[in-house]
């Protein structure tokens, strides 16, 4: 950072957390991609903290694609549900549901947009930890996540194989 703005910073701390909290207002307000990546967020980290996870990725990369493609994505939902108040952002395989979310793979798997969904927040708190695996695995979406899983535990398992192979050097 610049000294100049280090120094204006310092002159003008109120004016400029101002400017922060009209900016965002304002996107949450007028921009989808921005008002879905707040929310997913802030949920993800307080889920994580309340569970005691530390997060491996940043939550974009844990999504697997842009703001932009995931509301689109969300939104194209056979129900017509759109983003918004009285709307849930739901996990289809719930994180109840996986074994491990210390691991950087099953949190890429867990939070990939591909297990996620719009519901209504009645039906969603209703539904809580409730999961069908066998449905859920038969259902294009779950192949879709065991084969990220199989993907990144392999990309996984090659690099550890790297890193001994230099090791052993």
């Given at each position: 950072v610049p000294p100049y703005r280090e120094t204006y910073y310092a002159n003008n701390t109120i004016l400029c957390k101002k400017r922060v909290v009209?900016?965002?207002?304002?996107?949450?307000?007028?921009n989808k991609a921005f008002q879905l990546s707040e929310r997913i967020r802030s949920r993800l980290s307080q889920?994580?903290?309340y569970n005691g996870i530390t997060k491996s990725h940043k939550t974009q990369q844990t999504l697997g694609c842009s703001w932009k493609y995931a509301v689109?994505?969300?939104e194209s939902n056979?129900?017509?549900?759109?983003?918004?108040?009285g709307i849930h952002i739901d996990h289809i395989k719930p994180?109840?549901?996986f074994k491990n979310l210390q691991c950087p793979i099953q949190q890429q798997?867990?939070?990939?947009?591909?297990?996620?969904?719009?519901?209504?927040?009645r039906e969603n708190l209703t539904k809580?930890?409730?999961?069908?695996?066998?449905?859920?695995?038969?259902?294009?979406?779950?192949?879709?996540?065991?084969?990220?899983e199989r993907e990144l535990q392999?990309?996984?398992?090659?690099?550890r194989a790297a890193c001994d192979v230099n090791e052993n050097k």
């Open positions: 009209d900016y965002r207002r304002i996107q949450r307000k007028t889920s994580f903290r689109e994505y969300l056979e129900r017509g549900l759109k983003l918004g108040k994180l109840c549901a798997v867990a939070n990939n947009i591909y297990n996620l969904q719009l519901l209504p927040a809580s930890g409730k999961h069908d695996h066998d449905a859920w695995a038969a259902s294009e979406t779950g192949m879709k996540l065991i084969l990220l392999t990309a996984a398992d090659a690099a």
